[in-house]
């Protein structure tokens, strides 16, 4: 059994394709909490939780005892074959745990590309429209509509089209970029005169913080103001919560923040604390508009995830974690102000949900930057992830768990890889 990371490198070239990207150079081994091993016995801090999946952190001692009380007595029968009651009360409190006092409902699948293409399938049933407007910048998942929705061409949407129709795009706002919320709304209200009428339009599709596209955090304006636009035209207001929910904002979904009661929410990651779960919570009448047999899929709402997450909702209140994200945010912004690198132009986010954006001194984007400071801080052992339409944004998504010494450390490693200009 190869135990070399060199080794594994060589193995995956020749066995997986190249459209798979790699942020590490190294094969993990075991994980805990927000610490990994590699298989040459390194230690890594974790400052990526899997893309933001394990807000819980890496095997939490309930959430693993959880699966393995699943286990032992079944793995899957297909929900929609022999149902079982653990789905049902996970609907019932991501019910509760949702914005808004009218009645949910829930469904649930696997991806948080899967949510995205459920969601856009209920807006359609329920509208009997078939226009969604999504926003620049916005990710929205690799499958055909999560690429239609996406905002970013290379390298999610490029070499794979034609993609599905009737899919609009306006600016996200960016006040390094000059786009304002009045720009944004301008641009919706001239893509209603001159692409598509209002009475298409099925939904618009928005992340309260955009994700991929570089933890740019939504105006609550620019929310309130869609929110009006969907009432005054019958359409849907869908957030996409896949990256910014439970307790990763500070709030248990980030839309809390702006006040807005969303029609669809779509969620994942972080809701089964690694076990592959995703779900779609919205108004009951519109959750209801889709045919008998329509939604579902063979894994969607597999017991062993359903367990992970009733776990995780239960660590969440427990440990305080909505709390501690605001605390473990406020350190991270203050340690990046203190010592702010030249190029940073902007520290954004909400919660723990915190980027770095690095331009030039003449204010284009500086990915060469970024990624040195994430090559060398994955050197001294500090696990980094990149964004940004440019690639030229640091997020940070550790563990909302991770121990207060075990975050001055990694914070230690990161001044020491920005302060380093090799």
């Known amino acids: 059994m190869t135990d070399l990371n060199q080794d594994w490198q060589q193995r995956k070239n020749s066995a997986i394709p190249n459209g798979i990207g790699i942020t590490c150079d190294f094969y993990a081994q075991r994980a805990l909490n927000a610490e990994l091993w590699d298989v040459e ?35 899957h029968t297909a929900f929609q074959v022999a149902p079982y009651g653990s789905y049902v009360q996970l609907a019932e409190r991501i019910n509760r745990l949702t914005p808004g006092g009218h009645a949910k409902k829930t469904a649930f699948f696997t991806t948080g590309a899967e949510a995205l293409e459920n969601a856009v399938k209920i807006a359609r049933a329920a509208t009997g429209r078939t226009g969604v407007i999504a926003f620049s910048g916005a990710f929205h998942g690799r499958t055909f509509m999560g690429m239609a929705l996406t905002g970013k061409v290379a390298p999610y949407k490029q070499d794979f089209g034609p993609l599905p129709a009737e899919v609009y795009h306006i600016p996200f706002p960016s006040a390094l970029d000059g786009v304002t919320v009045q720009d944004s ?10 692409d598509i009428s209002p009475q298409r339009v099925a939904a618009i599709v928005i992340e309260p913080v955009q994700g ?7 105006p609550p304006e620019l929310l309130q103001a869609l929110r ?22 500070g709030r248990m979904f980030a ?8 029609d669809l929410i779509t969620m994942a990651k972080s809701l089964a604390g690694g076990m592959p779960l995703s779900g779609v919570c ?70 723990a949900m915190v980027a770095a954006e690095f331009r030039r001194p003449d204010g284009h984007p500086d990915p060469d930057t970024a990624a040195g400071i994430q090559r060398r801080a994955l050197e001294r052992g500090l696990v980094l992830l990149t964004c940004g339409a440019y690639g030229n944004v640091i997020r940070f998504l550790f563990p909302l768990t991770i121990p207060d010494g075990l975050l001055d450390e990694g914070l230690a490693i990161l001044m020491d890889a920005m302060a380093d200009p090799a």
């Open 41 to 75: 016995g390194r230690r890594y801090i974790d400052f990526a939780a899997g893309i933001a999946v394990a807000n819980t952190g890496h095997c939490h001692p309930r959430i693993v005892q959880a699966i393995r009380n699943q286990l032992d007595a079944f793995t």
């Open 185 to 194: 709304l301008k641009a919706l209200d001239l893509l209603f005169k001159a």
């Open 282 to 351: 919205g108004r009951a009448e519109l959750m209801d508009a889709a045919p008998r047999g329509s939604l579902g899929g063979t894994y969607g709402g597999n017991p062993l995830a359903v367990a992970a997450a009733l776990a995780v909702l239960d660590v969440i209140q427990d440990e305080g974690l909505i709390a501690r994200a605001d605390a473990l945010g406020s350190r991270l912004k203050h340690a990046l102000a203190e010592r702010r690198h030249p190029r940073i132009v902007e520290i954004r986010g909400l919660g």
């Open 255 to 262: 839309i809390e923040h702006s006040g807005v009661i969303p």
């Open 212 to 218: 991929e596209g570089g933890f740019n955090v939504a």
């Open 228 to 249: 009006q636009r969907c009432d005054e035209h019958g359409m849907l207001l869908i957030v996409d919560e896949v990256q910014t929910g439970f307790a990763r904002t």
